[in-house]
Structures are given as structure tokens and as C-alpha cells.
């Protein structure tokens, strides 16, 4: 089994879609290990999306990341990073598969609702950014 990590982010935790965003990872395959709520400090998020720093979406994408709480989760299950990214669809909602969670909830490329690792090295970082490794089941 492989790990990942997830975001619930502001815009879905503000239209109270946490229940339902969780339902669809879970009947997906992939176990909640670990979660938690949080907001957010301008460095956390900085930290976070530092590879992204420098490019026209970063300064309003860190903006937004703060601007309510979000729900962070290690989600555990068989190629679970591939199968997140699966549920959640790709970036652009307007391009998302229809029945994704992006494609159903996201208000904007920006305010997309969910995040999911992209890769196992990113998942190791995302999730030791967030967890210790005794918060997670
Ligand atoms: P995530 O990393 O959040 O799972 P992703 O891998 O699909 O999403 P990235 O390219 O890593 O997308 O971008 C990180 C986040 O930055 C996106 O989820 C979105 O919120 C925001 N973002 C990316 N591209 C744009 C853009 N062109 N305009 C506005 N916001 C953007
Ligand atoms: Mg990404």
C-alpha cells in the first residue's frame, strides 16, 4: 500500500463539502490514516507551495490558502497518489473529468477544492510538513 497527502481547502471548507469530499476518497479505496483542521500561517502556506514561488499564481494562490481553514489527511490504500489525483481530476476545473471532485465542487483553477500529491517524494515532504509520524494510524 502507498500513503499520500490531501488538502480539503478553503473554498470546499467554507461550502461545507468536507463530508462529502472525505466520503468520495474513502469509497475510492483510500483510508483516512491521519487528519486533521487547521489554518494556515502565510509562512506554512509559502513553505508548502515553495515551488511554485515566482510564478503569476503564486502571491493569490497563498492568499486564498489562508483566507479560511483547511483539512489536511494522510490517505492510505493501493496507488494511492495516482487514484487521489484520479478522484479529485486535474486542475482546471472546466478540463476536470465530469464526476471528479474538481469538476463537481471547484470554483476556479485557483479555488480547486483539493489538493493531492503529485509524486511519492512529494507525498513524503507534504506529509512530514504536516503529520509526525505517531499521528498516523
Ligand atoms: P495541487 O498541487 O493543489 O494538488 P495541481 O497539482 O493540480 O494541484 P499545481 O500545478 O501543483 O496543481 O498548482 C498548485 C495549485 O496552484 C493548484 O491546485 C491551484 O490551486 C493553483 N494554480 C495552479 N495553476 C494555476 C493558475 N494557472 N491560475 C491560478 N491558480 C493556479
Ligand atoms: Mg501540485
Redesign the pocket.
Known amino acids: 500500500v502507498e500513503r499520500t497527502f490531501s488538502?480539503i481547502?478553503p473554498d470546499a471548507v467554507k461550502r461545507d463539502l468536507i463530508g462529502e469530499i472525505l466520503k468520495r476518497l474513502e469509497s475510492n479505496g483510500l483510508s483516512v490514516v491521519a487528519s486533521k483542521m487547521l489554518r494556515l500561517t502565510r509562512e506554512q502556506a509559502e513553505g508548502f507551495?515553495a515551488?511554485?514561488k515566482g510564478?503569476?499564481?503564486?502571491e493569490?494562490?497563498v492568499e486564498?490558502?489562508i483566507s479560511a481553514p483547511i483539512v489536511v489527511q494522510v490517505l492510505e490504500g493501493e496507488n494511492a497518489i495516482a487514484k487521489n489525483?484520479e478522484v479529485?481530476g486535474?486542475?482546471?476545473p472546466a478540463k476536470a473529468a465530469p464526476g471528479t471532485i474538481r469538476a463537481d465542487f471547484a470554483l476556479?483553477?485557483?479555488?480547486?477544492s483539493?489538493?493531492?500529491?503529485?509524486s511519492p517524494e512529494?507525498a513524503a515532504r507534504e506529509i512530514a510538513y504536516f503529520f509526525t509520524e505517531n499521528e498516523i494510524c
Open positions: 488538502i481547502k507551495y515551488e511554485h510564478r503569476d499564481f503564486y493569490p494562490l486564498y490558502m489525483r479529485m486535474v486542475t482546471d476556479s483553477v485557483r479555488e480547486n483539493a489538493h493531492g500529491s503529485d512529494s
